[in-house]
């Protein structure tokens, strides 16, 4: 079984017609996507945002239509994936470098779904680093807060230099081995002078389309 695939052709069948859809960054993701192609090429008629360039590009090879933030007035759902997903269905994301965006949809979604293989599941999130976009300008003084919260920060690095993020900021993927008070770590980072956003979504997730014992289940926020 394709994990990905399943659940990515399965987050379709939360887009309507005629809805503003969110659209995610991710090798999950992707699957969602080109089945969201397919069904336009159909006949649905919806407009996407997408959540990074990458996104946009892949949209429209599809013929998905694209629209900005100041072209609508909400977004219906969006659907994106993570890169740990806890007990709490609270978040790691921001494997990708899309962080900031897609905190930036997810948030002004009516609906939020998370698309995620098994192996996303965790019971406490924090065995993947946890990625945080920074500004360039004094990111060592950055590095050194994020260290008095616990954190042990590396600079994400993209053959040889700083990645880049589609805002032109950096990520510092930190290891924090477990993050058992996710709302209260994502408040202090966000806090600190230089840190743009965190890939901490605690809360925001309606629902978790993923893999459990080879099947397909959709975990729903309590």
């Given at each position: 079984?394709?994990?990905?695939?399943?659940?990515?052709?399965?987050?379709?069948?939360?887009?309507?017609?005629?809805m503003v859809v969110g659209l995610g960054t991710g090798?999950?993701?992707?699957?969602?996507?080109?089945?969201?192609?397919?069904?336009?090429?159909?006949?649905?008629?919806?407009?996407?945002?997408?959540?990074?360039?990458?996104?946009?590009?892949?949209?429209?090879?599809?013929?998905?239509?694209?629209?900005?933030?100041?072209?609508?007035?909400?977004?219906?759902?969006?659907?994106?994936?993570?890169?740990?997903?806890?007990?709490?269905?609270?978040?790691?994301?921001?494997?990708?470098?899309?962080?900031?965006?897609?905190?930036?949809?997810?948030?002004?979604?009516?609906?939020?779904?998370?698309?995620?293989?098994?192996?996303?599941?965790?019971?406490?999130?924090?065995?993947?680093?946890?990625?945080?976009?920074?500004?360039?300008?004094?990111?060592?003084?950055?590095?050194?807060?994020?260290?008095?919260?616990?954190?042990?920060?590396?600079?994400?690095?993209?053959?040889?230099?700083?990645?880049?993020?589609?805002?032109?900021?950096?990520?510092?993927?930190?290891?924090?081995?477990?993050?058992?008070?996710?709302?209260?770590?994502?408040?202090?980072?966000?806090?600190?002078?230089?840190?743009?956003?965190?890939?901490?979504?605690?809360?925001?997730?309606?629902?978790?389309?993923?893999?459990?014992?080879?099947?397909?289940v959709t975990k729903a926020r309590r």
């Amino acid at each position: 079984m394709n994990e990905k695939k399943e659940v990515g052709e399965k987050a379709v069948e939360y887009v309507k017609d005629g809805m503003v859809v969110g659209l995610g960054t991710g090798s999950t993701v992707y699957y969602f996507i080109s089945k969201l192609g397919q069904l336009v090429q159909q006949g649905l008629s919806i407009k996407g945002v997408p959540t990074s360039k990458q996104t946009e590009k892949l949209a429209i090879e599809l013929g998905i239509p694209l629209v900005s933030f100041h072209e609508i007035e909400q977004i219906d759902v969006a659907i994106d994936g993570a890169d740990e997903v806890d007990t709490e269905l609270h978040l790691i994301k921001g494997g990708g470098g899309a962080l900031l965006r897609e905190k930036i949809i997810a948030a002004a979604a009516k609906t939020f779904i998370v698309i995620a293989d098994s192996h996303k599941n965790v019971n406490t999130l924090g065995t993947f680093p946890l990625p945080i976009e920074v500004v360039p300008y004094g990111v060592e003084m950055t590095v050194k807060h994020v260290r008095e919260l616990g954190g042990r920060p590396e600079i994400r690095l993209d053959q040889g230099h700083p990645f880049l993020t589609d805002n032109g900021n950096n990520i510092l993927d930190t290891s924090f081995q477990e993050i058992k008070q996710p709302r209260d770590l994502e408040k202090k980072l966000n806090l600190i002078p230089g840190v743009v956003e965190n890939g901490l979504f605690v809360g925001m997730a309606d629902a978790v389309i993923t893999v459990v014992d080879n099947k397909l289940v959709t975990k729903a926020r309590r």
